[in-house]
């Protein structure tokens, strides 16, 4: 039997931590455009920290808008679908988002991740150079280095999970923590 949707419950979940911005739907340039408001006033206290914040969202934002294998339509386009989230403790903010993916992509996309977090900042600089300057995968959509900019710039882990959906997608999400203070 389907359970039944309880907005409360979920209003619930989300008030269990201290939520910044929660958002759900379709990724589009207006829509981008008003979480990106929403960032420069919220952190407008911490620049630094804010500029970070800001960077973090427009890479992973974009990989909904490019990748997310849910789509809606409304008029005339099909959007990407996707889930926004930063939250906020003592010591440091999680950036997450995420969308569903096809399953056969999954892997790479883990892969990915873990090269990623195996290197040290001055290797993923290479590694950033290196990407650069190399063909195009087949469903790269930009340059490439989303995911290791989004390292460099946070300067943290990239956390991956996902749950299968059913044997076409699954729902990948990324997180990643922005401390509020640099470490000495």
């Given amino acids: 039997m389907e359970q039944e949707f309880s ?8 008030n269990k931590k201290n939520v910044l911005i929660s958002y759900k739907g379709p990724v589009t340039d207006v829509i981008m455009a008003e979480i990106s408001r929403d960032i420069r006033n919220k952190f407008s206290e911490n620049p630094k920290v804010s500029r970070k914040v800001f960077a973090i969202f427009i890479e992973l ?22 889930t926004i989230l930063i ?22 996309l883990v892969d990915s991740c873990d090269i990623v977090n195996s290197m ?3 290797a993923l600089r290479e590694y950033k150079r290196e990407q650069r300057s190399a063909p195009k995968k087949e469903r ?9 900019q989004v390292a460099l710039t946070a300067d943290t882990p990239l956390k991956v999970e996902y749950i299968k959906v059913d ?16 470490e000495e």
């Fill in 167 to 182: 044997e076409v997608l699954s729902f990948f999400s990324l997180s990643v923590r922005i401390m509020k203070h640099e």
């Fill in 140 to 148: 790269s959509k930009g340059a490439g280095i989303g995911l290791i």
């Fill in 61 to 82: 934002a974009q990989n909904i808008l490019y990748y997310s294998a849910e789509k809606i339509r409304f008029g005339e386009h099909n959007d990407s679908v996707g």
């Fill in 87 to 108: 939250t906020e403790t003592s010591d440091h903010y999680t950036f997450s988002c995420g969308n569903l993916v096809e399953n056969e992509y999954i892997q790479e």
């Fill in 7 to 14: 907005l409360f419950d979920y209003y619930t979940l989300t």
């Fill in 120 to 122: 040290n900042r001055e």
